[in-house]
């Protein structure tokens, strides 16, 4: 029982130092896996020696960071709307006998578009006509009297009051013949309001009335534009308003055509929208084919310069979200990572990572050998 008693505790330090063994051992492999994640395992390289990249060729191509001066606009949106354009209308009342029109149709100035009923304006012709010649001959009548009654009156078989009544009639009879005249006048301008004609050259935009329908002076028949004179109506801020001038040149370009538009101010409506406090600006171009009304179109409108640093978009290398570019100091390339902002053409604009005069490296460029030619 004395020698049971004895071996206990002997028992129980071994185990503790099984315990202590098993955790060393472990805490010993942790530290010599975190040092071989770190790298240092890893042989040591000779601080001495230094490491440059390799030396450019002499031939690679190179580009310059230039401090450019960048024109700064306020773009102004706006819409295309016809210099020139018209309501085709009615001048009379009458019914439509003939419609030659619809949405669409290119016609030119003094196209018959429309006609209206003319049997009735024809019978007004014909009636003012004869009214016309009855006054001409009533007028013959009294002046073959007036001659009668002034002969007579030499001899003394009329007296004066009679020959005066004869010349009253003879003037009447004047009266009534120009009267009659009018009337014949204002029938042919009636009959020819019963044609309706394109007053200029243009595009039908809509047609508002159909074959037969009666129409009062002043009813619309159709919307005509010219597609040849057209303008960008936009937007302007009231604080702009002193940087732009009648005659000016602006720039603008317009949604689905790639390339830029000189304009010309037309007209500068002085006015300003009390709400959105802005007004209105006219500006004309020289559109091409295929540019319509209601086209959103923006304008550039000139506020200074400013310098910005720019380079050619083609040294960027772009990796992930980092902008990089090779720049070349003393003989050596280096990569410096870069924030850019906008782009103009084919060169882009350097916030941070470059100065004035840097130099960046450019891609070479790909030249075309003949078949079997050696680069």
């Known amino acids: 029982m004395q020698a049971i008693s004895q071996s206990t505790p002997l028992k129980r330090w071994l185990a503790i130092g099984a315990k202590l063994g098993i955790a060393l051992l472990l805490v010993a492999v942790i530290a010599i896996l975190m040092l071989w994640l770190i790298g240092a395992l890893a042989p040591k390289i000779n601080s001495a020696v230094p490491i440059t990249p390799p030396s450019p060729q002499l031939n690679m191509p190179t580009a310059t960071a230039t401090l450019t001066p960048i024109p700064q606009t306020q773009e102004a949106v706006g819409v295309v709307s016809p210099i020139q354009q018209t ?78 009544l004869i010349n009253t009639a003879v003037h009447a009879a004047r009266a009534q013949l120009a009267a009659a005249a009018a009337s014949v006048n204002t029938a042919q301008v009636a009959l020819g309001y019963s044609v309706i004609a394109s007053p200029i050259n243009g595009i039908v935009v809509d047609r508002l009335v159909h074959r037969g329908d009666i129409v009062a002076p002043g009813t619309p028949l159709a919307h005509l534009y010219n597609p040849a004179r057209m303008q960008l109506v936009a937007v302007v801020r009231e604080a702009l308003a002193r940087r732009l001038s009648v005659g000016q ?13 000189v304009g010309t101010v037309r007209r500068v409506v002085p006015r300003v929208h009390a709400a959105s406090r802005t007004f209105t600006v006219k500006v004309a171009a020289d559109f091409p084919p295929g540019v319509y009304r209601g086209m959103y179109g923006r304008l550039q409108i000139p506020l200074g310069s400013q310098t910005a640093l720019l380079i050619a978009a083609s040294a960027v290398q772009h990796v992930g979200q980092l902008n990089l570019v090779h720049v070349l100091t003393h003989h050596r390339l280096a990569l410096v990572a870069l924030q850019l902002g906008r782009r103009f053409g084919t060169q882009v604009e350097v916030l941070s990572g470059l100065q004035p005069g840097d130099r960046v490296e450019l891609p070479p460029t790909v030249t075309n050998h003949p078949k079997g030619a050696k680069p």
Do not use: C, W
């Not at 309501?87 to 100035?109: C, E, K, N």
């Not at 578009?113 to 009294?142: C, F, G, I, P, V």
């Not at 040149?249 to 538009?261: A, E, V, W, Y």
């Open 249 to 261: 040149k602006l720039p603008l370009t317009l949604d689905g055509f790639p390339q830029s538009f």
């Open 87 to 164: 309501v085709l209308a009615p001048q009379i009342m009458g019914r439509i006998v003939l419609l030659h029109l619809h949405a669409g149709m290119t016609v030119h100035r003094g196209q018959v578009l429309a006609t209206l009923d003319r049997a009735e304006l024809t019978a007004r012709l014909a009636q003012a006509k004869a009214n016309r010649d009855l006054a001409a001959a009533q007028l013959t009548q009294a002046l073959d009297t007036q001659r009668r009654y002034t002969a007579l009156l030499k001899t003394g078989d009329v007296t004066r009051q009679k020959l005066d």
